[in-house]
């Protein structure tokens, strides 16, 4: 170990301050200063992110983790605001450093705490360090679960969050490891305010399937005037039959008088961000 590895480790281990090491990574064209191991490899909504943020002002990340979605909505200088919410302290704090890094800062509002539908000031939250597979549901989040390990948190609702903001979203992202349905309850006064576009990662597990799930929220749909499309098909979702045999996939949300978007007609699922840039955003 060199003078300045062992600097590093005595000041994190001994005096318990993180020195703030940085690395350059990279995601498509974009380059990104990071706190290092705090971006995953690209995912499969990486270029639905990019031309979400292309094609939208005001965003709320719910489950943000460590801002790499937030990072590469926050990359079109089209977004004036964006809101990331996570109830893991230790992972909020690493993507408020990463955007002062990338001095996206001043876009930003931050609220640590779940979203679901009701407020509440203790629940648990099944996770482990910063992991990004963390959950409300103990069944979730396998890592934790193996651990036993959570945290408490605070839960609040989106139109209790959104009443608090200058602002009003039009695109919210949600990744909340089984919890979308949740999610989606507490933003009913936030559609009626504003015809917002919702992205959804849908997850599924041994209680809850798929199917039924996404039964939750189409049934939620129905109820605010929504619909729902599979973005890897470009189809509407009518019945939960059609994303059954999935694990894991993206559903967009739309109010009914919107057609799907045409600037995500052409994206694959897993489409390259590279891509994406020389075809796409530079038309």
Known sequence: M???????????????????????EHIGPYRFSVVPESLRKSDYDDAWLVMAGH???FIVDVGCNMGQSSLLLLSNTTVEKILLCDPN????????????????????????????????????????????AGSLYLENAHTAKKKHDYITSS????????????????????DVEGAEFLVLEGAQKLVQKSPATFLVEMHSSASLSMSQNTDLVLGWCRKVGYRAWY????????????VAKRGRCHILLL???K?????????????????????ELST
């Open 231 to 242: 973005l890897k098909d470009k189809i509407e979702v009518t019945h939960s039959n059609q």
């Open 2 to 24: 060199n003078l300045k590895n062992s600097l590093n480790s005595f000041i994190s281990n001994k005096l318990g301050y993180r020195t703030l090491n940085r690395s350059q």
């Open 55 to 57: 094609n939208h002002k």
């Open 155 to 174: 839960m609040q609702t989106l139109d209790a969050l959104v009443s608090k903001l200058s602002w009003v979203p039009d695109f919210i992202k949600i």
């Open 255 to 257: 109010p009914q008088t």
């Open 259 to 279: 057609i799907f978007p045409p600037y995500l007609q052409g994206i694959a699922q897993s489409h390259s961000v590279d891509e994406l840039f020389t075809k």
């Open 89 to 132: 302290p230790a992972a909020l704090a690493i993507a408020a450093e990463n955007l002062i890094y990338n001095q996206l800062i001043d876009k930003a509002d931050f609220i640590c705490s779940l979203i679901g539908n009701k407020q509440e000031d203790q629940v648990r939250f099944y996770t482990t360090g910063t992991g990004a």
